[in-house]
């Protein structure tokens, strides 16, 4: 009988987190960079019950839109590039893996740059690192191929190609298509390993 109810109250705080994430992305949509106390009021929960999930509005805010789009990140690897695919291959095949992604995503992500970053109304919260490890997960075969500062930097360079703030430069500053921004930033990819290949 015990067992039975640790699971019934697991199941409990599961849902109500997740009224919460759902109420803060509802609030999301809407415009609103939504306090604990605001989803908690539009999830119809307490509000000293919210608090007990989350401690900031921001660290609430990027869950719920990393919760909305979770499915894609775990469906994100490079693990199975082709075996003789080079440095060059691979840098354009991971920033190209990676900015398809976002721009299918893009209102949700342009979601989370927002939040991430305060809205203009409070301090910037940290953000996180998967571009990297994907980065590096790509590059990891090759990486023999180039002095570790070279690969330190390269890492960096493609990191810099391979998240909505790429795409907010090539959409919104420079004008381009999804098509256009996915050949810029293949061509960006090449460009820079061409600068750490000359660095050996």
């Given at each position: ?67 909305a ?30 900015i ?17 970053v305060?809205?203009g ?19 990891s ?10 690969l ?38 090449r ?10």
């Amino acid at each position: 009988m015990k067992r039975q109810e640790g699971f019934e109250r697991v199941a409990q705080k599961q849902r109500t987190r997740n009224a919460l994430l759902e109420a803060a992305r509802e609030l999301l949509a809407e415009g609103q960079h939504p306090t604990i106390a605001e989803a908690a009021d539009r999830a119809t929960i307490s509000r000293a019950t919210a608090y007990r999930y989350f401690s900031t509005p921001e660290a609430m805010a990027q869950e719920a839109v990393l919760d909305a789009i979770a499915h894609e990140f775990a469906a994100v690897h490079f693990r199975n590039l082709p075996p003789d695919a080079g440095l060059a291959a691979r840098a354009e095949i991971v920033v190209a893996g990676i900015i398809a992604m976002v721009l299918a995503n893009e209102a949700l992500f342009r979601t989370f740059l927002s939040v991430s970053v305060g809205g203009g109304r409070r301090p910037p919260a940290p953000r996180g690192g998967r571009r990297l490890g994907w980065i590096r997960e790509a590059l990891s075969p090759v990486a023999g191929e180039l002095q570790p500062g070279a690969l330190a930097d390269l890492t960096i360079g493609l990191a810099l190609l391979t998240g909505i703030e790429t795409i907010v430069v090539l959409r919104d500053i420079c004008g381009l298509d999804d098509p256009a921004i996915d050949r810029e930033a293949r061509r960006l990819a090449r460009v820079l390993v061409a600068a750490a290949l000359a660095d050996r």
